[in-house]
């Protein structure tokens, strides 16, 4: 069973601050830093996956480092996507069918569920 990643509620430093983080590719990119909120934690936030990984106490990127590619960033990556399609399968089926007004009056009617989000499709009358 795969650790859970640790998953830290933070806000974006104010006013800004970034650090530079060099990717396989050789090239750098430049991330906001975030605090988790009530402590003093400073995060960056995974470029693949959106998870806060921490800095270490001088800013360096060495917990991302190790992080961004790996396993636990591949499993949260494509959660991310999945989690992205299912909202956007969702508003595109909430914006084909519109609920009627009147939702205990006599009628057919259909339930879908598309990866377990709940789409609900009234039908009537009868
Ligand atoms: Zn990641």
């Known amino acids: 069973m795969p650790k859970a990643p640790v998953r830290y509620n933070a806000v974006r430093l104010e006013p800004e601050e970034t650090v530079l983080f060099r990717i396989d590719d050789g090239s750098r990119i430049s991330l906001p830093i975030f605090r988790e909120v009530g ?9 693949l996956c959106a998870l806060f990984i921490s800095l270490t106490h001088t800013r360096h990127t060495s917990y991302l480092q190790n992080h961004r590619g790996q396993d636990q960033c591949n499993r949260e990556a494509t959660r991310l996507r999945r989690e992205t399609i299912n909202q956007e399968t969702a508003a595109s089926f909430r914006a084909l069918f519109t609920e009627p007004a009147q939702m205990d009056a006599p009628g057919v009617y259909y ?5 377990r989000i709940l789409i609900k499709y009234y039908y009537f009358p009868l």
Not at 39 to 47: A, I, P, T, Y
């Open 39 to 47: 402590s003093s934690k400073e995060l960056v936030c995974c470029d």
């Open 111 to 115: 339930v879908f569920y598309i990866s």
